[in-house]
């Protein structure tokens, strides 16, 4: 999966893009989920709403590569697997940051691509803070915890090459005990298509109902008025 290709500046400036969006989004769901434990506010609203929007784009960016690769394979079934022009050219820049470690950069890639996936599930989380009932946040969190164990595995793979590992580690890799060839390349790239596309449609299910249940979702982030008060105080 490495790609032999030489680095231009498009690329580096790619990856360090890439990387500070996702640096940015993490950074943005952390400071509206604290906010959104203080009273109420639509400022915290609309920014949730625009952390989902950045990581709906994030992840049709990060699953067409994943659709890409699963039909290469159909025409390219023994061939190693594939990656489109620009993700092979982000993962070059990416692989700047430790250029002795085969496949770094690859993986570096794809773990962001899953960050930026969580990130935009995270963001239906604070929006249903206080709508624990709703389709949206059960929708939510199962894609939370599917996703968060999809990253972990990515987490897995990035980490044992980053430490040496002669090829990266993890349960979609049969944590490196199988060789290289057809057969590895073809459970892991639809593997990984799998586990995409399935969280996936939980995401756009998960959107489907924050539409379908915005005006009560959003009822929740406007301060109530006080009941009135009757009578003379005693």
């Not at 899953?114 to 946040?137: C, E, H, P, Q, S």
């Not at 109530?224 to 005693?234: F, I, K, N």
Request: a positive charge; glycine letters at 12%.
């Amino acid at each position: 999966m490495t790609m032999p290709m030489p680095t231009s500046g498009w690329d580096t400036a790619g990856a360090v893009l890439l990387v500070l969006w996702a640096l940015a989004m993490g950074t943005a769901v952390g400071v509206l989920a604290y906010a959104n434990r203080r009273p109420v506010r639509l400022r915290v609203y609309r920014g949730a709403l625009g952390v989902v929007a950045v990581g709906v784009l994030g992840q049709l960016g990060h699953v067409q590569e994943h659709v890409a690769q699963a039909g290469y394979w159909l025409g390219h079934p023994n061939a190693p697997a594939w990656m489109t022009p620009w993700g092979a050219g982000l993962a070059a820049g990416l692989q700047q940051a430790l250029p002795d470690r085969p496949a770094f950069g690859m993986e570096l890639l794809h773990l962001t691509g899953n960050f930026l996936f969580l990130a935009g599930l995270a963001g239906v989380m604070v929006l249903t803070r206080r709508a624990r009932g709703t389709r949206t946040r059960r929708w939510a969190k199962m894609g939370v915890w599917m996703q968060g164990l999809h990253g972990l595995e990515h987490l897995v793979l990035t980490l044992s090459v980053a430490f040496g590992a002669p090829r990266a580690i993890g349960l979609s890799t049969f944590f490196g005990l199988v060789d290289p060839g057809p057969g590895l390349t073809t459970y892991r790239v639809w593997w990984h298509f799998t586990a995409n596309v399935a969280g996936s449609i939980i995401f756009g299910l998960a959107l489907y109902h924050l539409w379908r249940e915005r005006r009560a979702i959003r009822a929740t982030f406007v301060l109530q008025p006080l009941p009135a008060v009757t009578g003379r105080a005693a």
